[in-house]
């Protein structure tokens, strides 16, 4: 169930644009952020308040990486190993904070307080390597700093 | 038009301005070949097949999105080209498994084919394959094997684009992009499935009901027509062995085009079902025994010659027409006009103003404003929808006038929602509305109070406006469909439709009848009119039928069904003889029909299988199903189309005709004929507006402004208004013996809008006892806002909630939680 | 060295503030375009500004203007901030830094263009970068330079920040437009879906890079031969084994050379072994093209491209072999799907790439590489497809030893299993 609060602010995102899908992604992306990911019901749901057919929800949610459909963990870390950040050393770090989370990247650690991910270009490759924690941008990292940032994640 | 002339591998060819280079070519016989292309989508341009090289253009260019232009110079097989096609299959099989043998696909595979004549020799791919889990079940009958997919994009384009159902996606991304339905259970399953396989061109798709039972080349495929609904869509019938294996569509432009739905695609296997009655029974000391032919025809030959002319026959839409015309000559050869094609109906006008049936399909194209009244288009008749679909695209304006959400709702441009029976004032005011903008109201319509209907119809006057600008667009089809028709009030509604028509313009279809209904019909089964809907009282016809059948009909219109069947109770009607139909279970006022039963001294049954009516009968014959027959049957259109055998029937089971003839030999009224085609021959002189292929125009009242005033508010009744609704997939006698069908009924619920369901306290899911009068039901309530407040839609056609107990428009019903049940 | 033109204020931290941007000389050009220039007017000083666009293609600006119908009711004008060519970071260096410049570059363009609705489409990654341009948005409504009647004409524009959600082929344009309309971000058919007559909702659209839109103040405010004299400036995102990367803002056409310096130079003080000039898209060039200039018709003609001008520089350590391997797998992982050369090919190509990584090369490999990398020319959809062959013909070519030193030293020449399975638990990576 979608709280009224999300409810509301998809209404009005849907004001924005002269076509109801085009609010579907920032919608998603709202649930999201209440909910951790978006689940069957909740593509559902937003299906219906757009006036979108479930299935078009769920094609669309499935193809773009930052749509969630499985819950992650607490934290999301995305850490960057494209080619910049691969030449400044994303291949350590990566290394150092899987080991600090005892996950390999594209899992979350058994008690569900973080999700590491390995992503492309963060377009931030003046601060290769770099990551991003949650919202917050960090680098260049070392590998036991980048270790450091995530272990502090409660 | 104006035109280019373009040339391609040196030779000139002129298309018209817009041509595809591909339609071009295929225009001079050369062949490109295509994968993602499908003529019945826009091009799309993603699987890179149909390279062509173009001179004075960089890049080759797909010819199926690249348009013909002036002295454009094509090459379709230069090296390049040659070059880019290998290099496209070779990457289109990297991941493909070479499982040919066991592919359901193989022999009709466009993969197969076009590896075999422009794919690589070899393949260098040495990597391992990718691997998908095999043969996922997708639905009850399609089952799809993804490691074989090419992601052409054919099939969920055809849910987008011709559907409109969204059935099948692609989900994910890059080479992880598979085709998959959504994570959650959708409301209903798509109804178009079986196209999909259709046209997928590997074996990625297939059918769960079709799997492995045949290779294409041993399949001696039968030109035939499915008989499920009025459409009439054209089939190829694929026997092996004397067993039907699969149903395909078979083109045919003007009716279904290339296309079927999924009952007509999946509903053949109860034909060979075990259930099949193969022996005539006869009731004696109460009790049903096996009987012979002999022994059956006896008693009823017997009991018609005694009773005539009080004899009375129903049903016909299961039947031939070339049957229903001997069905119909016999009984009027007994003295009896007491015949009727629509046998589950309770209101039934003179055929020869409201016959059932519409205009031609195609005349779709061509109006500018489709009406729905009533009428809920995917389940009634899908295929009909997919024409609809596709004029919505071009132009044609859509509306719904209904008393539930329809499923096509989002693609029309608007709906008016009104309260069960109240579409009659919907009409009349939107007939104010467009009489007051066209400067005048004709006289009749002056005592009408557009805000009064309005509320009455529990609409805002609003949307009445919004139709009538939607109206504006030009002339319309207006398609009064099965919740209208079997309504509270038709009568008003048909009053106020001719209204509306005649202020506005355009025709009238009555969107009513399965199978042959419309042919039965119009081959006479109707109590007022001869073959080819003539006044009985027509001399000329008369003179011509004495002349062929050596006597003249009564003159004295007969008894229609609900009128038959008081007869029948009130036994002034002794004998009454049933053609695959069921009024047990179908005849929407249950009481009367078993009134009818205990009247008669013999009820009569011709089925496939025991059904409520033949368990009642007094005799049961076992009849033939139109796979197994030939004849002829006419759609809503009243175009009629040859059936063709394709296997032959269980041993026992006997042609309706034949059985007919054998009566009227024994009641000394023989009707000899030396094939079908005599039979029909004989139909066309007496009705020769019937012509193969040819749509009938069917018989409308002129159109005239008249208002009816609505029934006077009866006592304001406790509970809910019942909306029956017969979805397409259901228990019917035939749906529910053939494979993967039932499950695709699933199990029944009724729809509650949120409002109803608080005050009830009925969740969503939650199991509930219905109650009005003394029908009880049990079933699964749904809450969805397909139904409005103060309304449940009850979905008949099951054997919990029979049409003969939940079909009567009058019905309140109260609904109860079950306790412990709900979740 | 003259006074950086687009980077001038980025690192002033009050530039995001409205006060301190007018102050500066901000929104000047809208002032002075509302009061004294009419819309062609306005085009024409960027088309005479020679202005080409900084997404990647490097489309002529003032002419692509020019095809958007001038009597159309409804148009767009669609910001692309989804800055995700590899290497790239330019467009967020000028969102976090100077916000208002784009939200003036969008007003001027709308306005040139009779647009009353923009969309910024940003990627969902810039979180810092949107929260700054939505504080400018905001301010500069306040201020009366967004909303209604603009600065008391008749000229209205509303700005709505549009995030993505994670897909690099929404930066191409019309794929862009499709997950913009809330779809799968798929590249259109061009024709019909030129985004400039048929755009956002098959309404003309003007679609620009962020960059390409923070020009446009400048050229309105000082002038189009101004703007030349200036270089024209050009921001080159210098990355990769250099010691300080950073976005360099240096006269269109100065040499790797030249930014690699400053940069600060190598890293360790190491020698150049390649670099790419425009992000991995296009074809990366060995040291000895240091000294070309990076300018759109001179890498043409080295089969490269200037594309978003960025510049991954590679020193001599470096395993081109990997990173050869790793683009093409950043290619086949954000390949939509949609067209079967790109979906397939990259697969393929990284799956062989990663075989002989795995030291299961076979001699035969590198032919294989070159004629896939030929099938994959000229046969996809869109240029995503396209942009694999580039670095894969510079490794056979350039960098052939690297490759065969691997094969070499191949221990089985068998396949191995390859990371290939549905549903791969990481999104992304
Ligand atoms: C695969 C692909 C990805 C692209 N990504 C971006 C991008 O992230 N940002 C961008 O501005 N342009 C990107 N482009 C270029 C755009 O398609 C388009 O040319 C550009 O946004 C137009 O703006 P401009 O003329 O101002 O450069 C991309 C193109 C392709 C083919
Ligand atoms: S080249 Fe083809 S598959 Fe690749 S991104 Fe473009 S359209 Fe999609
Ligand atoms: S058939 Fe032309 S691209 Fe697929």
Avoid at chain 2, 118 to 139: D, I, T
Avoid at chain 2, 657 to 683: C, D, F, K, N, T
Wanted: contains cysteine; glycine residues 8%; neutral net charge.
């Amino acid at each position: 169930m979608l709280s009224e609060a999300v409810k509301r602010d998809i209404e009005a995102l849907r004001g924005r644009y002269p076509v109801a899908q085009s609010a579907l992604i920032p919608a998603l992306l709202r649930v999201q952020e209440e909910q951790g990911w978006v689940s069957p019901e909740a593509m559902a749901e937003v299906g219906r308040l757009l006036g979108l057919p479930v299935e078009v929800v769920a094609e669309v949610a499935s193809f773009y990486t930052l749509i969630f459909t499985e819950p992650p963990g607490r934290h999301v870390v995305q850490l960057c190993t494209n080619v910049s950040c691969m030449l400044s050393g994303a291949e350590a770090v990566r290394e150092r904070v899987e080991r600090a989370l005892g996950i390999r990247a594209g899992q979350t650690t058994p008690d569900g307080r973080v999700t590491l991910l390995a992503v492309e270009c963060l377009a931030a490759c003046d601060q290769a390597p770099c990551m991003i924690v949650d919202q917050q941008r960090h680098g260049p990292l070392s590998p036991e700093e980048a270790a450091r940032l995530v272990e502090e994640l409660d | 038009m104006s035109t280019v002339t373009l040339t391609i591998n040196g030779r000139t060819v002129t298309v018209p301005k817009g041509t595809t280079v591909y339609h071009a070519a295929r225009q001079l016989g050369v062949e490109i070949p295509i994968f993602c292309y499908h003529d019945r989508m826009p091009p799309l341009g993603a699987c890179r097949m149909c390279f062509v090289q173009v001179e004075k253009m960089p890049r080759l260019q797909t010819s199926c999105t690249l348009e013909a232009q002036e002295g454009m110079v094509v090459w379709t097989e230069s090296p390049t080209v040659v070059e880019a096609r290998r290099a496209i299959l070779e990457f289109l099989l990297i991941n493909h498994p070479l499982d040919c043998p066991i592919c359901d696909k193989g022999g009709e595979c466009p993969l197969q084919d076009n590896t075999f004549k422009y794919g690589p020799g070899a393949s260098r791919f040495v990597e391992p394959k990718r691997r998908f889990p095999k043969a996922v079940r997708l639905s009850p009958v399609l089952t799809l094997d993804r490691e074989r997919c090419i992601m052409c994009w054919r099939c969920t384009r055809f849910g987008e684009v011709v559907a409109g159902d969204h059935a099948l996606k692609g989900h994910d991304r890059g080479y992880r992009t598979h085709i998959d339905v959504p994570p959650v259970t959708q409301e209903r399953p798509s109804k178009f499935i079986g196209n999909t396989i259709a046209i997928c061109p590997v074996g990625a798709l297939t059918s769960g009901v079709y799997r492995f039972r045949a290779r294409p080349w041993d399949n001696r495929p039968v030109a035939s027509v499915c008989n499920h609904c009025g459409v009439g869509c054209a089939t190829w019938v694929d026997a092996r062995g004397g067993e039907v294996v699969r149903v395909r569509a078979r083109e045919k432009a003007e009716v279904n085009d290339i296309w079927l739905c999924d009952l007509g695609f999946f509903g053949y296997d109860y034909t060979q079902h075990p259930d099949r009655l193969t022996t005539p029974y006869v009731r004696e000391r109460g009790v049903l025994r096996e009987a012979s032919w002999e022994e059956a025809l006896d008693r009823v030959a017997h009991a018609l010659g005694e009773a005539a002319p009080r004899v009375a026959a129903l049903g016909g839409e299961r039947l031939t027409v070339e049957e229903a015309y001997l069905l119909g000559r016999l009984f009027r050869s007994l003295g009896s006009n007491h015949v009727d094609a629509r046998a589950d109906a309770r209101f039934t006008p003179s055929a020869r103003e409201w016959a059932w049936g519409s205009g031609t399909f195609q005349a779709l194209e061509s109006a500018a404003v489709l009406v729905l009244v009533g009428c809920d288009l995917t389940e009634e008749y899908p295929v009909l929808w997919l024409r609809a679909k596709r004029a919505l695209d071009r132009g044609l304006v859509g509306v719904a006038i209904s008393p539930k959400r329809l499923e096509v709702e989002p693609y029309l441009k608007c709906s008016v929602l009104h309260d069960y029976g109240a579409e009659a004032d919907v009409l009349y005011a939107a007939a104010c509305l467009v009489g007051e903008r066209a400067g005048g109201l004709p006289e009749p319509l002056r005592e009408v109070d557009v805000d009064e209907s309005c509320r009455r119809a529990g609409v805002d006057r609003a949307a009445v406006e919004e139709l009538v600008r939607c109206l504006e667009a030009g002339p319309a089809v207006f398609a009064v469909g099965r919740l209208s028709w079997d309504g509270p009030h038709p009568e008003r509604t048909l009053a106020a439709l001719q209204t509306l028509q005649a202020v506005h313009g355009g025709q009238v279809w009555v969107l009513r009848g399965k199978g042959n209904a419309v042919g039965a019909l119009l081959a006479g089964l109707v109590p007022d009119a001869l073959p080819g809907l003539v006044a009985l009282d027509d001399p000329q016809a008369r003179a011509r039928l004495h002349e062929v059948w050596g006597f003249a009909p009564p003159e004295e219109p007969g008894l229609s069904t609900p009128a038959m069947l008081e007869a029948c109770a009130a036994g002034a009607l002794r004998v009454l003889y049933v053609a695959g139909a069921d009024p047990a279970r179908d005849f929407p006022d249950g009481a009367l029909w078993h009134r009818a039963r205990a009247g008669l001294q013999l009820l009569v049954v011709t089925e496939l299988f025991w059904t409520d009516t033949a368990r009642q009968a007094d005799v049961v014959l076992p009849a033939l199903s139109i796979f197994e027959r030939e004849g002829t049957v006419v759609n809503l259109e009243g175009r009629p189309q040859r059936v063709a055998p394709s296997r032959m029937g269980p041993p026992g089971a006997r042609a309706d005709g034949e059985i007919l003839q054998v009566l009227a030999a024994r009641l000394g009224r023989p009707m000899e004929y030396a094939s079908v085609g005599a039979v029909w021959a004989e139909l066309r002189r007496a009705a020769p507006q019937l012509d193969l292929d040819r749509p009938t125009e069917l018989p409308r009242p002129r159109p005239q402004v008249e208002y009816r005033r609505p029934a006077a508010a009866g006592r304001q009744e406790e509970g809910l208004w019942v909306i029956p609704a017969a979805p397409l997939f259901r228990q019917g006698e035939m749906s529910a013996r053939s494979r993967g069908l039932p499950e695709l009924a699933g199990t029944p619920a009724v729809v509650l809008h949120a409002q109803d369901a608080a005050a009830l306290g009925v969740d969503d899911g939650a199991e509930v006892e219905l109650r009005a009068g003394d029908a009880v039901a049990r079933v699964r309530a749904e809450v969805a806002d397909r139904a409005r407040p103060g309304h449940v839609l009850v979905p008949v056609g099951f054997s919990q909630l029979p049409r003969a107990r939940w079909a009567n428009p009058e019905l309140r019903v109260r609904i109860r939680v079950l306790e412990g049940v709900s979740r | 060295m003259a006074e950086p033109v687009l980077l001038r204020y980025v690192r002033e931290p009050d530039q995001g503030e409205i006060e301190a941007y007018e102050r500066r000389g901000g929104y000047a050009a809208l002032r002075r375009a509302l009061r004294e220039l009419s819309p062609d007017q306005v085009t024409d000083l960027v088309d005479r500004s020679q202005l080409r666009g900084r997404g990647g293609a490097g489309f002529p600006t003032g002419r692509k203007w020019k095809f958007v119908p001038k009597d159309a009711p409804v148009k767009y004008l669609v910001v692309n901030a989804d800055e995700g060519e590899p290497g790239t970071f330019k467009d967020r260096t000028l969102l976090e830094g100077d916000p208002h410049l784009l939200v003036e570059g969008i007003a001027l363009a709308a306005y040139a263009n009779g647009v009353r609705t923009a969309y910024v489409y940003i990627r969902r990654e810039f979180y810092e970068a949107r929260r700054k341009l939505e504080t400018a948005i905001a301010q500069a409504y306040q201020r009366g330079y967004l909303g209604q009647r603009i600065l008391g004409t008749d000229f209205s524009l509303d700005v709505y920040v549009h995030p993505g959600a994670g897909a690099y082929i929404a930066g191409e344009e019309t794929a862009l437009l499709e997950s913009l309309e809330g779809r799968r971000a798929m590249p259109r058919l061009k024709p019909p879906y030129f985004p400039a007559v048929m755009g956002l909702y098959s309404k003309p659209t003007v679609l620009n890079n962020v960059e390409t839109l923070c020009c446009v103040p400048w050229i309105v405010r000082e002038g189009p031969e101004w703007w030349l004299q200036q270089g024209p400036p050009q921001l080159y995102s210098v990355s990769g084994h250099v010691d300080r990367p950073q976005v360099v803002e240096a006269p269109l056409g100065t040499t790797a050379r030249e930014l690699i310096e400053r940069a600060g130079g190598v890293r360790g003080g190491r020698q150049v072994k390649a670099f790419y000039p425009g992000g991995t898209s296009s074809r990366p060039l060995p040291a000895r093209h240091l000294d070309v200039p990076l300018r759109h018709e001179e890498l043409a003609q080295l089969g490269s491209m200037l594309g978003s001008a960025a510049v991954i520089v590679m020193d001599e350590t470096t395993d081109m072999v990997k990173v050869i391997a790793r683009v093409c797998e950043f290619y086949r992982d954000e390949s939509c799907g949609k067209c079967t050369p790109c979906r397939e090919g990259t697969v393929w190509v990284t799956q062989i790439l990663d075989r002989i990584l795995h030291g299961r090369g076979r001699p035969e490999d590198l032919d294989l590489l070159a004629s896939l990398a030929r099938n994959m020319t000229g046969t996809c959809f869109c240029p995503l497809g396209e942009s694999v062959p580039p670095s894969l013909r510079a490794g056979l070519e350039d960098f052939r030893e690297e490759f065969e030193a691997y094969i070499r030293a191949a221990r089985e020449p068998v396949s191995m299993p390859v990371r290939l399975h549905l549903g791969a638990p990481a999104p992304g990576g």
